[in-house]
């Protein structure tokens, strides 16, 4: 269009200019700090000095904050909120943008207090590399080894270690070597405790002087590698999801019409074609790929993170959560996992309680069947834990209340994470990293009292599908018949109780009584009261619904809703209910 | 007739690639959004799309029309209108809306508007408090939205650097920054009790120049009042007012013939042109690159006091 500009003193046209653009890639990183190890102040510099900020916003801070007069903060550049602005420290995860002539960045900006080790693994959790800060006057301290071992655990591969405030040691190159061999050793033993190897360089910098940050500094003329902008301009991207195996988590059936049937999802690794085999899991039915379809055309190979509609060369009962993978290197379907946990609320894990766990589109009912250990940050060591609190790191066994398709979390970052939720508070309380899935539910392995006690409701739950509940019925025999052969064709343990009994009508007491029995342990009672009323009224846990008897179809699938509701049932479909 | 036949040309994959067999950073954002916009919709029950007829709704628009393609878009969308809209915006609107075949839902918090609430009379703060957010909240109650669809970025201000993709709002709507819940890979927790919503943002990481690039690659229509073209404007020192509605002007003032555009749309008292010559996307896009001041200085409601965008965000604004 004959449009152009001139970027940093080099005229170019526009449609050069963009051709340029569809050229860049796109790479993550996560910062961490200590307080006041100068991670604002570096984020700002990398922003100011790549022109990644505007002139008014500059002028906002002009003259604010804590330098002298004329000079600016730049930490007051990335410091977002008024809460941090007038404490002067930052509060929760900010994300940034800034762009080279090689590259687009954003980068996951996390505090080095507060809620530390919740923050740090949000950032990393989609970082492809970390910064991890080390106060070069200060030397290593406990952030600085928190922030590489959660990197490490969450398969950050490549980690940049700035060391900062260069000046306030006098550039000393020993003082920096010293540094580079103390945390060199914290990074050799956090690889060997996570298994995740760490890819590790060392640049000294000044961030409030701009030394080694965007520009090679000439303080410090016995370091003769790249700047820090230099260096993340040049490492690879570290996960290649090309080379990993076809993962693709159904996300929604569309169903336009009666001639149209497609999987809508995103690409979660590898890579496919028309005419593949897959493989629908947990079902393990198969069938070859007919279309891979697009709003910009069908397409005839679809590479990860795409999102794409795939249709299938066959009718299979397909719904959201189930997971189409490559026929020769299916996922594992498993009733139990064992787990690298990240705990982040300030109710601690309890093992009595069920949880939800949501992986990929998919959540169900879990419980925590043992706590493997703790690890202790400092030493590394693994302790053994009856709890895990708020930032706390460890491993537990997951009982998983239905089977789920998923991948081991070092081989596939999409199939192997997961959140747990508490269906209470709906808060997300852990983050979780599969590293060994199993085909049965967990016992308690080595746990004599666990492998030898009492059943617990946990473990009847994860057999039968449901937790223990009285469904009172009062309608037509045959229509109550017909309610309980649907719920035991799905599974349920049911049983019935017939309130017209004689002893129950003579001791109204006994029939809550037997009720409350069959519930603790378990199972789904019917408390029947058969008449020959037109309506059904069907009343668990509070909840009462009244239903008409002549449309049998609809009563029954009422029903079901009413048990799902109430949260008896385990269910994948809705997160909102 | 079938949706869907087959009938355009097999594409390969590899148009989408770069010179070095990678992804485009636009198709990386693309894909991320497009999971989003699908999983608010299977997992919620009564989803909404606000539509602010700007150019990151068009984005987000067009964005929703390919992750359910070929389905239609399952849900409707909802244009909150302050009554000063410029007409332009309103007709764009409800073409687009014809054209894509989206439900348009639009609400306007009436009983505010018949009071002749405006800027100059209220504060600016006062204003926005009444014909947005209070409209906003009156509409999501109204029609009993769980989740709504926003298309702000997290580069545009620095309270929504902050922002979570789902962004967790109590039953009155509101923001608590400092307990917001952890978001980790691409696993959104929508888990809400009753009364309370998520305000979901699918164009989290998108840049302003990510969203140009956009529209001009997948030639999305944008408002004309994007493109510079002569206008008339009242200039009063470095600000450009348009003309719309009931424009006060001051005693004696005369509008100019001004070559001018939007750089943002917003109300049209509170809603600045900028002197540019930009008859074209490319022509922004260069245009923006020679750019030194954010895109939202020309709104005169971010600077009413610091951290304003925060406190709108904190009351139930978007």
Redesign the interface.
Known sequence: ?G?????EGTRFE??D??AA??????LRFSTAGSVDDGKSTLIGRLLYDTQSV????VR?IEGKGTTAPGQIDFALL??????E?EQGIT???????F?TARR?F?IADTPGHEQYT??M??GA??ADAAVVLIDASKGVLIQSRRHAYIASLLRVRQVVVAVNKMDLIDFDEHRFRAIERDFSSVLDAIAADTGTPVERVFVPVSALGGDNVVHRSDAMPWYRGPSLLELLESLP?AHDKLSEHFRFPV??V????Q??R?F???IASGSIR?GDDVTVLPSGRGAKIE?I???????????A???V?LVLDRELDIS?GDLIAEAQAPATVARSVRAALVW?DQRPLDVTRRY?L????QTAPAFLSSIDYRTDLTTLAHEPADTLHMNDIGAATINLLRPMALDLYSRN??TG???L?D?ES???VA?GMVTAAYASAATREGDETGAWGPVTAGEREARWGHRGAALELTGPQALIDSIERALFAVGAVTTRIDAANDTFLLHPEFLDLAARVQTESGLLALVVHANQSAMLTARVEGLELSLDAENPMRAVAAVHELLRRVGIFISTE???L | M???E?E???????E?????G???????????S??IL??V?????RPVMLYSIGKDSSVMLRLA????????IPFPLLHIDTGFKFAEMLQFRDNTAREVGAELLVWRNEPAIAAGTNPIVLDTKRCCGLLKTQALLDALRHYNF?AAFGGAR??EE?????ERIYSFRDSAGQWD??N????????Y?????PGESIRVFPL??W?E?DVW?YI??EKIPVVDLYFAKARPMYVRGEALLPIEQDFVAWPGEKPQMVECRLRSLGCSPCTGAIRSDAD?I??I??EL??????ER?NRVIDHDQ??SM?IKKREGYF
Do not use: C
Not at chain 1, 21 to 26: I, P, T, V
Not at chain 2, 65 to 72: E, G, L, N, T
């Open positions: 269009m449009v152009s500009l001139e970027v526009i449609e200019f963009l653009e569809r050229e860049k890639d796109l505007y002139e008014d916003q906002s990335t410091d977002g909120l008024r809460a602005r509060i929760d995860v900010a994300y940034r943008y762009s687009k954003i919740r923050n693994a949000t959790s989609t991207a996300q929604r569309l169903r336009p019409d001639s149209f497609g809508a999802g995103q028309v279309r379809v697009t709003w910009d055309g069908d397409l005839e190979e679809a590479v993170p795409l999102s509609t959201r982040m939800l949501k992986h990929t589109s970052r999409g994470a997961f959140i939720i269906p709906n808060a997300t983050a809705k997160a909102g | 079938p949706v869907a087959a355009t040309p097999v594409r390969s994959s590899s989408f690639l770069n010179s070095q990678r992804l485009s950073h636009l198709r990386l954002l693309e894909a991320e497009i999971h699908r999983e919709a299977s997992e919620f029950e029309q390919k992750a359910f393609y070929p389905a239609p769980d997290r580069d620095k309270s929504r650097a902050k920054p400092k917001q819940r952890p978001e980790l890979w691409n696993l927790n929508g888990r809400i009790h989290s990481s840049t120049m690039q001009h690659e074209s490319p022509a896009i260069a690159i020679s750019f030194r001041s954010s200085a610091e951290g925060e």
